[in-house]
């Protein structure tokens, strides 16, 4: 079998990969890590919803250094508009807004992880669960 190395800043040309053929480049603190999805990382399901949504549609995710793991369009908007109001452009700091009710928030934990993606839940539900305690 031949092997190609293909770098790439496109989600579109991404979403034509196997998943786990992807290596991701990141720096942590002066090294450079190799961060990828190991078979076994997402079971089946997981994998078929992570492939459908991430690599499908939002390929740009793969380029994030952060990835705000939200529970829908609301939180989004929310979050975006802070963002803009605040004079921050997620977009220029590499940061993504991630909706995970479709998907799932261990499946994009897991994700994350393995590609060495840094990431944050913004979540009404744990901030309620919070004020409980």
Known sequence: MDKKLVATHSGDLLSEVDVYSIRRLYKKGSAVQVGAL?????????LQKFDHFVRGTRGELF??????????????????????VLGLDLEQSAIRLVEYAQVGLSTFISAADS???AWHIFSMVMLRELKLR
Not at 38 to 46: F, I
Not at 69 to 75: A, I, N, R, S, W
């Open 38 to 46: 190991q078979s076994g990382t997402l079971d089946e399901r997981q």
């Open 63 to 84: 380029f994030a250094r952060v990835w705000i793991l939200v529970e829908g369009e609301t939180d989004v908007i929310l979050l975006s508009g802070s963002a803009r």
């Open 115 to 117: 590609l060495g993606i």
